[in-house]
């Protein structure tokens, strides 16, 4: 991989300033309308402020969208207006125009870089939240998706993490029952590398190389000669939005949702990695009822023993082992761990872990409404304010956004599988000390570094 000739300067004060104001401004005005309808009893309407609400956070890109994106994902997690609209930031956010894909291509791959594909679209095909992808024919005919950053992005991602730690502390104040401070350092992190288009195609290549024997998940190749750090070049794989699959047959509505879960859990009990952001533009479902996996800047290397500390809260809560559940909350990170806390722990991880429980095809959750795990969610968050709070580690996180987010994408199929069944499937004969040399064995292959 190559870099382009113009030296990395974006991430400098000037451009954290400007998105300071470009983010207060107009997320303020959108906030002091919503309060006056609160307060002052203000008429507001909902379906216009939710399209206001999509515009503003598409053309400012960056984590504020991507937050926007995860809740759009959740059903009944938003008014109807709002997740409707929302729900398209997923991969129609607003586009840069000609001129500014004209100078992004010339400064990665240098004035003639006309000369090095057949064929290259100005226009974008879809636009997300850190960058946009173009579609391209190489020299020899191969069709190839072309993913370039949007020029000033650093200083949008920084300018956007102080607003996150401000919104955190705030929340912090209303609802101290989570310390979301380890959350804002794991997601700063996981951030700052989805910049680096250089370190998403080592991942691509990971994920290849783990989902290799997966008839059913594709993974583009990357196409190192047209890919710097702020371009990723890769084949284009053919897909549809999973929502056009929501009236197919259950057969089918069920063989998509296999290949999600083995697309997300076969890397993680594997190799203890995880793709932490399974909203709905990262991924396409094919006509063969195959999973394309489309983005891999949030992935998320644990240390092995914390795939032995998920399984053995599975067991402990199957058993009713106290001790075992302890030891794998301590395994995973958690701090003082009084009984009160160890009990309320114990009631999201029963409603995470449920499918798992049953030997039968069933929904992923037995309402198929979000309405259920709001009720959880809300009567976990209370007893944790009572009792003080906790401060959830890192490596929670992209393990919880990820149950939750697949969670979502499985209620929006209706999917009536045997989780259990596939999910034995995935432990059968699990060895953390086998894991660790395979973990380390396809890490080094790719140029990638263990978890710490």
């Not at 090095?116 to 939240?129: C, I, K, M, N």
């Not at 190839?144 to 000033?152: E, N, R, S, T």
């Not at 794989?237 to 929501?246: P, S």
């Amino acid at each position: 991989m190559s870099d382009g000739p113009q030296n990395r300067r974006e991430n400098t004060i000037t451009g954290r300033v400007r998105r300071y104001a470009q983010v207060s401004g107009t997320m303020g005005g959108l906030a002091a309308r919503l309060a006056g309808s609160q307060f002052l009893g203000m008429k507001i309407d909902k379906g216009q402020h939710a399209e206001e609400l999509k515009q503003a956070l598409g053309g400012l890109k960056g984590p504020l969208m991507k937050v926007a994106q995860l809740l759009a994902t959740i059903p009944d997690a938003l008014p109807k207006e709002y997740a409707a609209e929302l729900a398209q930031l997923q991969s129609e956010a607003p586009p840069m125009g000609r001129p500014f894909v004209r100078r992004r291509m010339a400064s990665e791959l240098g004035p003639d870089w006309r000369d090095r594909f057949q064929d290259f679209a100005l226009d974008a095909a879809h636009a997300a939240s850190l960058g946009q992808v173009h579609r391209a024919t190489s020299l020899d005919g191969q069709d190839l998706a072309c993913k370039l950053q949007y020029p000033g992005i650093e200083s949008a991602v920084e300018a956007d993490l102080t607003q996150l730690r401000m919104i955190f502390s705030i929340y912090r104040r209303y609802d101290p029952s989570i310390n979301p401070e380890r959350i804002y350092e794991e997601l700063a992190e996981r951030l700052r590398e989805e910049l680096d288009y250089r370190r998403e195609a080592r991942h691509m290549a990971l994920y290849r190389r783990m989902l290799k024997k997966e008839q059913g998940v594709y993974v583009p190749d990357v196409i190192d000669d047209l890919s710097t750090h702020r371009l990723l070049t890769m084949t284009w794989l053919d897909g549809k939005k999973l929502m056009a699959f929501k009236d197919a047959s259950q057969e089918v509505r069920d063989r998509i949702a296999v290949n999600m879960f083995r697309a997300w859990y076969v890397p993680f009990y594997d190799y203890a990695v995880i793709h932490g952001d399974p909203h709905l533009g990262n991924y396409a479902a094919r006509e063969d009822h195959g999973i394309n996996l489309l983005d891999f800047g949030c992935i998320r290397v644990f240390p092995p023993t914390l795939v032995q500390g998920v399984i053995d809260l599975y067991h402990a809560l199957k058993d009713g082992d106290r001790d075992l559940a302890v030891h794998a909350y301590e395994t995973w990170g958690f701090k003082d761990l009084r009984n009160e806390v160890i009990d309320t722990l114990n009631i999201w991880a029963a409603f995470i872990y449920a499918p798992l429980m049953e030997d039968r095809p069933r929904l992923i959750e037995e309402t198929n409404s979000g309405a259920y795990g709001r009720e959880v969610a809300e009567n976990v968050h209370g007893k944790l304010r009572a009792i003080g709070g906790v401060t959830p580690p890192r490596e929670f996180v992209l393990m919880d956004r990820a149950a939750i987010g697949l969670g979502s994408v499985f209620m929006h199929l209706g999917a009536k599988i045997n989780w259990h069944q596939m999910f034995m499937e995935l432990i059968d004969g699990f060895d953390v000390t086998t894991l660790e040399k395979r973990q380390a064995k396809a890490l080094t292959a790719e140029g990638l570094q263990p978890a710490v």
